[in-house]
C-alpha cells in the first residue's frame, strides 16, 4: 500500500512552450506511465518552476523532468538548473531540435544532464520509452527521497574528523558538519553523553553514535556494502579508482559475476580531482565526484556488487581459482582477478608536516576542508596536473594560493592547457625551484619554511593550508613475494616481464602472458599501478576494459 500511495504521488514533468507539443509529450507520458506516476506538463520554465515548488512544499517526489530546448525568456538549459536546486535527484532530459545538438551536449556539463532527445520522437515506443524507463529505473534505485543526514561533530584541525568527512564525502553519503565548541554541536555531544575528548563524534540517522569510529565501522553503519554476497566470482577488482571502475562495468556488462574491492572510497586521484577538463567527452570539464558517481551507478546497473572500507593483504593461488584475502582474516576466491590499486601521494619528508597531517597539511585535495580556506593563504606543493586543478579550485575563494615546485618549470610536468589557465587567475603564484623544509605549529599548521632549491636561501611563511600533491607511490606492499614488481613497487605485466624474450620464472603456460597480465596466470593489472602507464584518467579506463577483454580470452582457454 505504502509503495502504491507513493507512486501515485510521485510526478513525471514535462515542460514546452508549444500547446500542441506540450500536449503530444503528456499523451505519450500517459499512455505508458499514467497508472503509475503523475504527469504534470506546463507551458513555460517559470510556471514550471512554481508547479516544482509547490510539490515540494507538499512533499511529493519528482522522477524525471523533460524541458524543450528552445523555450522563450527561459530556455531548458537555464529551467534545468533552476530546477535542479529544487529536485536535484530527478533525472532530466532535454527534448531538442537537430540543430540545437550542441547545446544540448553543453547541457551534460553544465546541468549535469541525463539524456537528450531529438524531435520528433515517434515512436515513442523506440525512441522515448526505452530512454524514460531506464532513467526511471535508475531514480527509484537512487537517494531520491527526502533522508536525515548523517551528523559529524568535530574539531576543524582534527586529524581523523577530517579523514571522516572526506570519507563521507567521496562516499556520496550526505552529512552535516557541527564544530564541538558551537552550541548545535555541544548539545549533540551532550545527548550522545560524550565529553568532547574524543572526537569525531558521528550520529547515523537512526541515531547510533559513533566515537572515533574506524572506517570499516562507519561504512556499515551508513549503509555501505561492505560484506561479500558470495565467496566466489568469476572476476576480482582490487582498487576502485577509474581503471578498476571501467573494469567492472565491462566485466559485469559482459556477463561476469564480479565484485569490485576498494580500501577507502571509490574514484581513486581522480575522484579527488575538483576539476577533469581533458577526458573525452566533457568539454567543459566534470569533477572526479561527478565522474565516480557516474561509473559507480554504471557498475551497480550491470550487476556488479562494489565493497567499500575492505583493505587486501594478500593474493594467494589455489589451484585453478585466485584467492584474496582481507585484513580481518576472511577471504573470497575468483576465476580471475584484476589489480586496478593505483597510486598514493608520496609523503612531504620534512620536519613538523607528519604531526600537522589533517590539521592544516592535506595529501590530496580534501576537498571538504575547500570552504574553510576562504579568505586564507594556501600553499600547494607539486607541478602536475592534480596541484594545477587544486590550485584553481581552491583560488576561487582563497585569498591567495601559491603553488610550489621544485622543477625549473611548470611545463615539464602540467598540461599546456592548465598552465595557461593558472596564468590567467590573478590570485595564483607559481613558485618554481622551492621546497617546503618545514613546518611549524602546536595543534595546527601555522608557518612554513620555504627553501630555494639552487641558492639554498630559506623564507618563513605565516600559512594555515598546505595541500601536497607529489610523486605517484603504488599501492602494491601486499603483493610482495606474489606479483613481480619494478624497483619502485609498480606492476610489470606483459612484455615488461620478459624483457630477453623468456617467460618469467614459474610460468608453466604454453603461451607467454598476455598483454596486461602479471606472472600469475589469470591475474591482470590496468591504470597507475601498472610499471610505464600514462598516469592518465582516460588510459586507465581503457585499460580497465582492455584487461576484461583479457580475462575473457583467459577463461575461454583455461
Known amino acids: 500500500m505504502a509503495q502504491a500511495a507513493e507512486a501515485a504521488r510521485t510526478v513525471i514533468m514535462t515542460v514546452d512552450d508549444d500547446p500542441g507539443v506540450s500536449r503530444a509529450v503528456a499523451r505519450d507520458l500517459r499512455r505508458r506511465y499514467g497508472e503509475s506516476y503523475r504527469i504534470v506538463r506546463a507551458e513555460s520554465g517559470e510556471s514550471a518552476l512554481g508547479a516544482l515548488r509547490e510539490l515540494k512544499l507538499r512533499g511529493d517526489l519528482v522522477a524525471v523532468i523533460l ?39 553543453d547541457a551534460i556539463n553544465v546541468v549535469d544532464l541525463d539524456h537528450y532527445l531529438l524531435k520528433p520522437w515517434d515512436p515513442p515506443e523506440e525512441k522515448l520509452y526505452p530512454v524514460l524507463d531506464d532513467l526511471l529505473t535508475a531514480w527509484r534505485s537512487s537517494d531520491y527521497r527526502p533522508v536525515a543526514s548523517t551528523k559529524v ?3 576543524r584541525f582534527s586529524a581523523r574528523s577530517s579523514d571522516v568527512r572526506e570519507f563521507l564525502a567521496r562516499n556520496q553519503v550526505p ?21 568532547g575528548r574524543r572526537l569525531p563524534l558521528v550520529v547515523t540517522p537512526d541515531g547510533t553514535t559513533l566515537v572515533e569510529p574506524e572506517t570499516s565501522e562507519l561504512a556499515a ?32 556488462s559482459e556477463g561476469l559475476r564480479t565484485v569490485l574491492v576498494e580500501r577507502s572510497a571509490t574514484g581513486g586521484q581522480a575522484g579527488q580531482s575538483s576539476r577533469i577538463e581533458n577526458y573525452l567527452g566533457f568539454p567543459d570539464g566534470v569533477s572526479g565526484a561527478q565522474l565516480t558517481d557516474r561509473a559507480r551507478r554504471q557498475a551497480a546497473k550491470f550487476g556488479a ?10 593474493l594467494e593461488v589455489n589451484g585453478a581459482s585466485r584467492t584474496v584475502r582481507f585484513d580481518d582474516g576472511s577471504t573470497i576466491a575468483a576465476h580471475s582477478v584484476i589489480l586496478a590499486t593505483g597510486v598514493s601521494y608520496r609523503q612531504l619528508n620534512a620536519p613538523g608536516l607528519p604531526d600537522l597531517t589533517g590539521c592544516g597539511v592535506f595529501y590530496g585535495s580534501a576537498l571538504t576542508e575547500a570552504a574553510s580556506c576562504q579568505g586564507h593563504d594556501v600553499y600547494i606543493v607539486g607541478g602536475a596536473n592534480s596541484a594545477g586543478q587544486a590550485a584553481m579550485y581552491l583560488a576561487r575563494g582563497a585569498k591567495s594560493v601559491t603553488l610550489l615546485v621544485r622543477g625549473q618549470e611548470l611545463s615539464a610536468s602540467m598540461s599546456h592547457y ?25 595543534d595546527q599548521l601555522e608557518q612554513l619554511t620555504l627553501r630555494d632549491v639552487d641558492s639554498g636561501h630559506t623564507e618563513l611563511v605565516d600559512a594555515q593550508w598546505l595541500f601536497v600533491f607529489i610523486g605517484a607511490a603504488p599501492l602494491t606492499d601486499w603483493l610482495d613475494g606474489a606479483v ?48 610505464q602507464s600514462a598516469k592518465r584518467v582516460a588510459s586507465a579506463v581503457g585499460e580497465g576494459a582492455m584487461a576484461v577483454m583479457l580475462v575473457h580470452r583467459y577463461l575461454e582457454q583455461s
Open 175 to 195: 552529512y552535516r558538519w557541527y564544530s564541538a565548541d558551537e552550541p548545535e554541536g555541544e548539545r549533540l555531544l551532550a545527548a550522545a553523553g560524550a565529553d
Open 153 to 155: 561533530v568535530g574539531h
Open 67 to 105: 524541458a524543450d530546448y528552445r523555450m522563450p525568456q527561459m530556455n531548458g538549459i537555464e529551467f534545468l538548473e533552476q530546477a535542479l536546486d529544487v529536485y536535484p535527484g530527478a533525472r532530466r532530459v532535454l527534448l531538442t531540435a537537430y540543430a540545437d545538438t550542441n547545446a544540448a551536449i
Open 418 to 442: 592548465l598552465i595557461q589557465q593558472i596564468n590567467e587567475v590573478p590570485n595564483i603564484t607559481v613558485r618554481c625551484g622551492t621546497e617546503v623544509e618545514s613546518a611549524h605549529g602546536d
Open 305 to 314: 556488487e562494489i565493497l567499500t572500507a575492505r583493505e587486501v593483504t594478500a
Open 221 to 252: 553503519q551508513v549503509g555501505l556494502a561492505t560484506t561479500p554476497a558470495s565467496d566466489f566470482y568469476d572476476l576480482v577488482v582490487i582498487g576502485g579508482g577509474p581503471a578498476g571502475l571501467g573494469a567492472a562495468v565491462y566485466g559485469a
Open 484 to 531: 613481480l614488481r619494478d624497483e619502485r613497487g609498480f606492476i610489470l605485466a606483459g612484455p615488461d616481464l620478459s624483457p630477453d624474450g623468456r617467460r618469467p620464472d614459474g610460468w608453466e603456460l604454453d603461451r607467454p602472458p598476455y598483454h596486461l597480465e602479471t606472472n600469475i596466470p589469470g591475474v591482470f593489472v590496468a591504470g597507475d599501478a601498472r610499471a
